[in-house]
C-alpha cells in the first residue's frame, strides 16, 4: 500500500486579489512558503492546521510575491542578481562580465537564462565535489538540475543523484552552500531528525541564517 502526500488546496486574499495556496504536509519540523507562477506552495509538518499557515502568509505575503514578481527576468530591463551580485543587463542581448574572469555573451533574456543555468550547473556541481571531499562522501554523486515547484533540492539515493532546483542562480555562493550541505548530509541521514541536524550544522555552522534567505527570496 502506498503512502501518498496529496496537496490541499485553498485561496488566499492579498492586496485585493486571490492568490491559490496549494499545501503538501511531510515529515518536516517546520512550515516553508514559496511563490511562483502566481501561487503559493506551502510545505508544512502534518499537524499543522491551514489556520496556522494563514497566519504565516499574513507575515510573508508581501515579500514572497513582491520579491518574485520584481525579480522576474522577463520584467527586469537594466540588472539582475547573479549569484549574489547585480549585473547590468540589456535585454536586446550583450555581455556579462564575472569577477573570475570568465564572460558570458547573450542572445536575449531568453537565451541568457539557458547559459547561466549551464554556469549554475558546473557551480553546483564544483561546491557539490567540495562539500564530497570535506564531509568526507564515499562516493560522488551525480548532479542535475531541474524545474522544481515546491522543492528547492532532493538526493535520490535509488539513483545516487542530487536535483538542484534550476533557478536558484540568483543566490550567492553561501547560500547555495548550505542547500549543497543540505542535500549531502542525507548520504548519512535520510530523514529530517535531530542527528540529521547535527551533521548539517558540522559543515555549514550558520545553516538557520543562509537558508532562510534562500526560502525568503534573499540573494545575498
Given at each position: 500500500?502506498?503512502?501518498?502526500?496529496m496537496?490541499?488546496?485553498?485561496?488566499y486574499?492579498?492586496?485585493a486579489?486571490?492568490?491559490?495556496v496549494?499545501?503538501?504536509?511531510?515529515?518536516?519540523?517546520?512550515?516553508?512558503?514559496?511563490f511562483h507562477d502566481?501561487?503559493?506552495?506551502v510545505?508544512?509538518?502534518h499537524?499543522?492546521?491551514?489556520?496556522n499557515i494563514?497566519?504565516?502568509?499574513?507575515k510573508?505575503a508581501?515579500?514572497l510575491?513582491?520579491?518574485t514578481?520584481?525579480?522576474?527576468?522577463?520584467k527586469?530591463r537594466?540588472?539582475?542578481?547573479?549569484?549574489?551580485v547585480?549585473?547590468?543587463?540589456n535585454?536586446?542581448g550583450?555581455?556579462i562580465?564575472f569577477?573570475?574572469?570568465?564572460?558570458?555573451?547573450?542572445?536575449?533574456y531568453?537565451?541568457?537564462?539557458?547559459?547561466l543555468?549551464?554556469?549554475?550547473?558546473?557551480v553546483?556541481?564544483s561546491?557539490?565535489?567540495?562539500?564530497?571531499?570535506?564531509?568526507?562522501?564515499?562516493?560522488?554523486?551525480?548532479?542535475?538540475?531541474?524545474?522544481?515547484?515546491?522543492?528547492?533540492?532532493?538526493n535520490?539515493?535509488?539513483t545516487?543523484?542530487?536535483?538542484?532546483?534550476?533557478?536558484l542562480?540568483?543566490?550567492?555562493?553561501d547560500?547555495?552552500?548550505s542547500?549543497v550541505?543540505?542535500?549531502?548530509s542525507?548520504?548519512?541521514v535520510?530523514n529530517?531528525?535531530e542527528?540529521?541536524?547535527?551533521?548539517v550544522?558540522?559543515y555549514?555552522?550558520?545553516?538557520?541564517?543562509?537558508?532562510?534567505?534562500?526560502?525568503?527570496?534573499i540573494?545575498?
Amino acid at each position: 500500500m502506498y503512502n501518498l502526500v496529496m496537496p490541499q488546496s485553498y485561496f488566499y486574499e492579498y492586496n485585493a486579489q486571490k492568490y491559490e495556496v496549494i499545501i503538501t504536509h511531510k515529515r518536516i519540523k517546520r512550515i516553508i512558503y514559496r511563490f511562483h507562477d502566481d501561487k503559493f506552495f506551502v510545505s508544512a509538518p502534518h499537524f499543522v492546521t491551514w489556520y496556522n499557515i494563514k497566519k504565516g502568509l499574513d507575515k510573508f505575503a508581501q515579500k514572497l510575491v513582491d520579491n518574485t514578481k520584481s525579480n522576474d527576468l522577463s520584467k527586469v530591463r537594466d540588472s539582475v542578481y547573479l549569484f549574489g551580485v547585480e549585473v547590468k543587463i540589456n535585454q536586446g542581448g550583450g555581455l556579462i562580465n564575472f569577477k573570475n574572469g570568465a564572460t558570458l555573451k547573450y542572445l536575449n533574456y531568453e537565451d541568457l537564462i539557458d547559459k547561466l543555468k549551464q554556469v549554475y550547473l558546473e557551480v553546483m556541481t564544483s561546491r557539490t565535489r567540495y562539500f564530497e571531499n570535506l564531509m568526507k562522501v564515499s562516493k560522488p554523486y551525480k548532479v542535475k538540475i531541474k524545474k522544481m515547484r515546491t522543492r528547492l533540492g532532493s538526493n535520490s539515493s535509488k539513483t545516487h543523484t542530487i536535483y538542484y532546483a534550476d533557478h536558484l542562480f540568483y543566490y550567492s555562493i553561501d547560500i547555495l552552500d548550505s542547500l549543497v550541505v543540505h542535500e549531502l548530509s542525507h548520504d548519512f541521514v535520510k530523514n529530517h531528525s535531530e542527528d540529521f541536524y547535527k551533521v548539517v550544522y558540522k559543515y555549514c555552522p550558520n545553516y538557520k541564517k543562509v537558508n532562510n534567505k534562500l526560502k525568503k527570496g534573499i540573494y545575498f
